[in-house]
């Protein structure tokens, strides 16, 4: 079984960046006069030990930095840090503790220093190999965070829009369908690249444009398994059968490896996530979409059929 386990409808555990620092908030006051300083494992607990660091106004730094035995820094609206005392207590935090071996092999690696150590991690969940000595609340696996999204090695187990994704949607002057459009998709600035090769890549550009397609995700560093465009001979037929959705779906729904779907547009995504059963995770509202019944799905795969049943039919020219 893979990080989404196999079931179709198995709701996905999201944490979003003001989720994250929301949950720090409600909980740094547990930790109030009990650490000198916080110490974040790179990169995400960096991101999590500095939002601690800031609720309870103590100094804060990486793992290195510590490890090299440099003094935190500071801004100007922050009080100098005190003169370093012979044995410190220091909190060493992670963003989440999946095995829990990140924080085991880090407090193990200054165990020389001599500090008191103790281990954080935000989220955690009931199956860690080794627990941390703290965590702030109990996430349970599947789970996706805002801040690692696109670097997961799970990716492969995903399809992606592309459009509104990994970079942005063309404008009104630029969708022209041609000359316009071919410099759009030769030039647009890449907005999210995977670290990890992706699954699939879903999109509603048309399959003539696969050449130009192809050559700027390989420029921007894009690794995927497929591309599947729409095959409609212009964007004046694709605006007349509005096959967004469905189509996305269509793709989603049958790959059974496939567990999460990232969308640009609100509105699709919540299509998509009934027509397939399966959640959609949105880059408009920042959240995940589940299927609203089970007579939604029914009727989108109506909706679905109808569209592959008109393509069959158009002359095959397209």
């Not at 909706?303 to 393509?311: A, C, F, P, S, W």
């Amino acid at each position: 079984m893979d990080k989404f386990g196999s079931e179709r409808r198995k709701k996905v555990n999201y944490k979003s960046v003001n989720d994250l620092f929301d949950t720090i908030r409600r909980n740094s006051f547990r930790l109030q006069k009990k650490y000198d300083l916080i110490v974040g494992i790179p990169r995400s607990g960096c991101l999590a030990a500095y939002g601690v660091a800031l609720n309870l106004n103590l100094p804060a730094q990486s793992l290195q930095e510590y490890k090299l035995g440099l003094a935190p820094e500071h801004g100007t609206t922050r009080a100098p840090v005190s003169e370093k005392k012979a044995k410190r207590r220091v909190l060493i935090v992670d963003d989440s503790a999946h095995s829990g071996r990140s924080l085991e092999i880090a407090k193990n690696s200054i165990a020389q220093i001599g500090d008191e150590v103790t281990t954080c991690a935000i989220y955690s969940h009931n199956k860690c190999e080794v627990e941390p000595d703290l965590y702030f609340e109990q996430v349970s696996i599947p789970r996706v965070f805002e801040w690692n999204l696109f670097h997961r090695t799970d990716t492969i187990n995903m399809c992606f829009d592309l459009d509104g994704v990994f970079c942005e949607d063309p404008t009104d002057y630029e969708n022209d369908d041609g000359e316009k459009y071919k410099t759009f998709i030769n030039n647009v600035a890449a907005k999210n690249i995977p670290t990890y090769e992706i699954g699939d890549i879903v999109s509603a550009r048309l399959e003539k444009y696969r050449p130009q397609t192809e050559q700027w995700l390989k420029k921007n560093g894009i690794k995927y398994r497929n591309l599947h465009l729409i095959d409609l001979p212009s964007a004046v037929e694709r605006q007349k059968l509005a096959p967004h959705a469905s189509f996305k779906a269509s793709i989603y729904g049958r790959l059974t490896e496939s567990k999460l779907f990232i969308e640009s547009d609100a509105r699709q995504a919540r299509e998509i996530a009934d027509m397939t059963g399966k959640p959609v995770f949105c880059m408009e509202t920042n959240d995940i979409f589940y299927p609203h019944s089970i007579g939604n799905i029914a009727k989108n795969k109506v909706r679905d059929l109808k569209y592959r049943i008109l393509k069959k039919i158009r002359p095959k020219s397209w």
